[in-house]
């Protein structure tokens, strides 16, 4: 079963603090993972994604395949980074190019001044 | 390009009528995925169209059903609805070259009463 755990809801933090956001997966295959994020009154928008190794905003995830985990961290957190975000999960390398994305739940990130 | 656009952005019905929800890709996008935003549930995937087939389709009743046309436009339809569809419902499109990477538009919140 595919499955997206992310198990705090809320994330407070204060400016300058580094931040993680946890998030664990259960995929039997090779799954793609991916962060989405969604700023208050706007839509959802892809942060970033595992297969492009890339900084975005000054945040990263490494897969860690053993650990079935995918964490978002940010060394330094600004008030702007406060939103909703998503980790989610595909298989669209596997499940006949479907781009189906299975989420988890959402952390709410609060940073404080 | 302009951004994916769904219609209409808000719907208030009651209890065992039917709506139809639809959703504009962004240009050359033929992919296009429906999800269920709600509180308790968060997001879950409905149903995926590419070049009019529908390729995965999520744990929904038969209630839910959509489809997709020649120039990618999808509409998704709820029949009989029931107070607990009351959601915001989230159409995404994506180009499969770029892998499980969707473009979300600002959904489309319905209210059963």
């Known amino acids: 079963a595919q499955r997206v755990t992310q198990p705090e809801k809320l994330l407070s933090v204060f400016k300058g603090a580094p931040v993680e956001l946890k998030c664990n997966y259960s995929?039997?295959?090779?799954?793609?993972l991916f962060w989405y994020v969604q700023y208050s009154r706007q839509r959802l928008q892809l942060l970033l994604r595992?297969?492009s190794r890339e900084s975005i905003k000054g945040f990263t995830a490494d897969l860690n395949k053993g650990e079935t985990s995918f964490h978002l961290k940010k060394p330094f957190a600004q008030e702007e980074d406060s939103a909703m975000y998503y980790c989610?999960?595909?298989?669209?390398?596997?499940?006949?190019?479907?781009?189906?994305?299975?989420f988890g739940k959402g952390t709410k990130l609060t940073v404080n001044p | 390009k302009a951004g994916v656009t769904q219609t209409p952005r808000y719907l208030i019905k009651t209890r065992g009528q039917q709506v139809t929800l639809s959703c504009s890709p962004i240009?050359?996008?033929?992919?296009v995925s429906w999800y269920q935003q709600t509180p308790g549930q968060g997001l879950q995937f409905l149903f995926e169209?590419?070049?009019?087939?529908?390729?995965n389709k999520g744990n929904f009743p038969g209630r839910f059903s959509g489809r997709q046309f020649s120039n990618s436009r999808s509409e998704m339809n709820v029949s009989t609805l029931e107070l607990g569809d009351s959601a915001l419902y989230l159409c995404?499109?994506?180009?499969?070259?770029?892998?499980?990477?969707?473009?979300f538009g600002p959904g489309t919140r319905l209210t059963v009463t």
């Open positions: 240009s050359g996008h033929r992919s």
């Open positions: 995929y039997s295959g090779s799954p793609e």
């Open positions: 595992h297969i």
């Open positions: 169209y590419f070049s009019e087939t529908q390729r």
């Open positions: 989610a999960l595909s298989g669209a390398g596997t499940q006949g190019g479907s781009e189906k994305l299975v």
């Open positions: 995404a499109s994506s180009d499969i070259r770029q892998g499980g990477k969707q473009y």
